[in-house]
């Protein structure tokens, strides 16, 4: 493998990237969190492992997504969904330059991985809870700004939290930037809200 | 022969329905499978795909000793450890709550002069046991016996430790009620609260037309001085059901 991200993901727009084996490997995290689509997203909803190995070919599934980690030299990308039990919280995505299939000792070891993953923020969340505070991992990528931006536009356009939000990620992925760039634009008032207002 | 010896499940080789048997382990937990089902499971684990001919999980008493709580294939020397036996791999592994693995027990006469002639009388010649932690101490043991030398690969003792978890899950639930979702849960209740407290500074900072630091400063203040759960409070906020001036109004007043 190339790369490999761990996120802790709660919903559709809760998210934080905990692990990214480089910072291209966070980018294409982002790049999901922006466009709201691809493996690790579909593989944390539906709970199964997305195994793509020629992101080619699947440019119809996730044409924002996939036009994105193709340009950045992602060719191959396989998801695992953490869970123990009925319990979701992230993902294991596994990313590669070169096209072609996992190997089914790879897959193996890939499934094992995203339960040691599991159990090792089970593990952190319980000595949080032992230390007496709450669990609060230290993310390699927090996407809070986008979150205060949500916010912040929601009151000033008097529109929901949801719509706020799509509106961010309409404006990135028109304007082929990342969501956190332009909710840091939003906090710091350099972008006009009538641009955002559609 | 010696090697890649043959116990119940061939452990020298890959199970080629490795990565189906793993899945299916998640799978039979979806739900809320009971205490039985996770324990049988693990044992399942120990004595298939680790290829145990004896596997067993034993806890800590409280007051010293240990107690089989589960056990599967040829486990009359694995209860015995409860009542006979002070001392060998498990009881090592759990006061260091870490793997104690004899790959070879002739070799390890000396380590557990008790331990050992019994468990070689009993036909065994090899052992693995695995701490259950339960934070970060152990609270008993996943035991593998095993009746020919035996050397687990790196991926047996991760899936072996992987198990372990799982049976902490399961015994924490027996005895501590949904502890063990909780703290699952809290994972995920944790990240959506942090979301909630982003949106709701936002939200008092895109109101009241303020730094999204000062509207965290006044969200904080109005919690600390109303008493009230910062959870709670972010989610009025979120919500509509909480005018941002009041937090803010209140926050001036402090």
Redesign the interface.
């Known amino acids: 493998m190339d790369a490999a991200i761990l996120a ?4 559709s ?4 990237v905990l692990g990214a084996s480089e910072q291209g490997a966070a980018d294409l995290a982002e790049a999901q969190y922006t466009v709201g689509e691809g493996p690790g997203v579909e593989a944390f909803t539906s709970g199964s492992p997305v195994l793509v190995p020629d992101l080619n070919i699947e440019q119809v599934r996730w044409p924002g997504f996939a036009q994105a980690a193709l340009a950045s030299g992602v060719a191959a990308m396989f998801a695992f969904p953490l ?7 992230g993902t294991l995505e596994l990313i590669r330059h070169s096209p072609g299939g996992l190997p ?2 790879e ?3 890939a ?2 991985a995203a ?2 993953g599991a ?1 090792a ?10 230390e007496g505070h ?3 991992p230290e993310p390699v990528r927090s996407y ?13 356009l008097h529109i929901g ?1 949801d719509d706020a939000f799509t509106r961010l990620r309409a404006h990135a992925y028109s304007r082929n930037r990342s969501i956190l760039e332009v909710a840091r634009d939003v ?1 710091k008032r350099r972008i006009v809200l009538d641009e955002l207002a559609e | 022969m010696s090697r890649h010896p043959r116990a119940g499940g061939d452990p020298g080789t890959l199970p080629s329905d490795l990565t189906g048997a793993v899945a299916a382990i998640t799978a039979r937990l979806v739900g809320t499978p009971d205490n039985d089902t996770v324990l049988r499971l693990i044992l399942d684990v120990g004595t298939e795909l680790l290829g145990a001919s004896a596997a067993g999980v034993l806890l800590s008493r409280p007051g010293g000793g240990l107690e089989v709580v589960a056990s599967a294939g040829k486990t009359r020397f694995l209860e015995s450890l409860q009542t006979d036996i002070d001392q060998g791999p498990c009881v090592d592994s759990i006061a260091m709550a870490t793997v104690i693995s004899s790959t070879d027990l002739a070799e390890d006469g000396s380590r557990w002069p008790k331990f050992v002639p019994a468990a070689l009388a009993a036909g065994f010649r090899a052992a693995v046991a695995v701490p259950l932690r339960l934070d970060g101490q152990a609270m008993g043991g996943f035991n593998l016996l095993y009746d020919t030398e035996m050397t687990l690969e790196r991926w047996q003792l991760e899936l072996a430790q992987v198990v372990s978890d799982l049976a902490v899950l399961a015994l924490v639930q027996e005895r501590g009620g949904r502890r063990s979702d909780r703290f699952l849960e809290a994972t995920v209740t944790a990240l959506n609260g942090r979301v909630q407290l982003g949106q709701a500074v936002g939200v008092v900072a895109g109101t009241l037309g303020i730094e999204p630091a000062a509207a965290q400063a006044a969200i904080l203040a109005y919690v600390h001085e109303n008493g009230r759960a910062l959870r709670e409070v972010t989610g009025a906020i979120t919500g509509g059901t909480l005018d941002p001036a009041v937090v803010a109004g209140d926050q001036d007043s402090a």
């Open positions: 802790l993901r709660g919903g727009h809760a998210e934080e869970q123990l039990g009925a319990i979701r919280l089914s000792d897959l193996r070891d499934v094992l339960d040691l159990a923020l089970l593990r952190q969340a319980r000595s949080a809870e032992a709450e669990f609060a809070q700004d986008v979150n205060v931006a949500t916010g912040m536009l929601a009151a000033q939290l906090l």
